[in-house]
């Protein structure tokens, strides 16, 4: 069982290059999220998904965008990279149980550095 | 949704026990109480979670009092790998997908020093 696994781990842009980050997970989760954490703050949502075929906004949604059309897989595409956009990203999934069925799984990140 | 406050940071030592504080005075009657730990260049994983009164699982126990208005992880006996950022959350996630409405703040980084 592999979790959340996404990929590339470490990536180098050029300013207005474009690039998807792949997000895949086994766990048959619903919900599957995209978070972006700057130098020593918290987390900030991006996108997010509650199912196959149905992406909304997160709080900070600007240069990016998301499909979801198999459950288990949801990549997130950075257009016309920025130097804003440095920063490490961080897939995530959940369920839809109650309580302790909706914890939080993450990937072990992907830091883009945009140069 | 219900804002939290907890320290910056904590400092330690190998051996202790140690005890992070979040408040959440304006905590609705449907929110639970979710702790998730972050190690330098990981993503956060899921420690403990509650609604009342005490939980406590191998890892952690939590600690919430009868006006829910705060509450306290206690790690037992740290060791140099507790070392890490330590984030308390609070939203209904009783129903699903909820999470995303979680804010994630600053959390607590917690030194355990040897």
């Known amino acids: 069982n592999a979790g959340v696994t996404q990929t590339p781990k470490f990536r180098i842009l050029k300013i207005g290059q474009s690039m998807t980050l792949q997000c895949t997970q086994d766990m048959n989760h619903n919900y599957m999220y995209w978070y972006r954490q700057d130098p020593g703050m918290g987390l900030k949502l991006i996108y997010y998904s509650v199912g196959a075929g149905i992406t909304d906004k997160g709080e900070v949604p600007n240069g990016y965008n998301v499909s979801r059309s198999t459950t288990e897989d949801f990549p997130l595409r950075l257009e016309l990279a920025a130097p804003s956009q440095t920063s490490v990203y961080f897939c995530?999934?959940?369920?839809?149980?109650?309580?302790?069925?909706?914890?939080?799984?993450f990937g072990e990140g992907s830091w883009l550095t945009v140069v | 949704l219900a804002k939290t406050t907890q320290p910056i940071s904590m400092d330690s030592y190998e051996g202790q026990e140690v005890n992070i504080t979040c408040s959440h005075n304006n905590i609705a009657t449907n929110d639970y109480i979710t702790w998730y730990q972050q190690f330098p260049s990981q993503g956060p994983r899921f420690i403990i979670q509650?609604?009342?009164?005490?939980v406590t699982n191998e890892v952690a126990s939590l600690f919430i009092p009868a006006d829910r208005k705060s509450s306290t992880l206690s790690l037992p006996r740290v060791s140099l790998s507790d070392t890490a950022v330590y984030y308390c959350l609070v939203g209904d996630i009783e129903i699903g997908g909820n999470n995303r409405k979680l804010i994630w703040g600053l959390g607590t980084s917690l030194a355990v020093n040897p």
């Open positions: 509650g609604y009342k009164t005490k």
């Open positions: 995530a999934s959940s369920g839809i149980g109650q309580g302790t069925g909706n914890t939080i799984y």
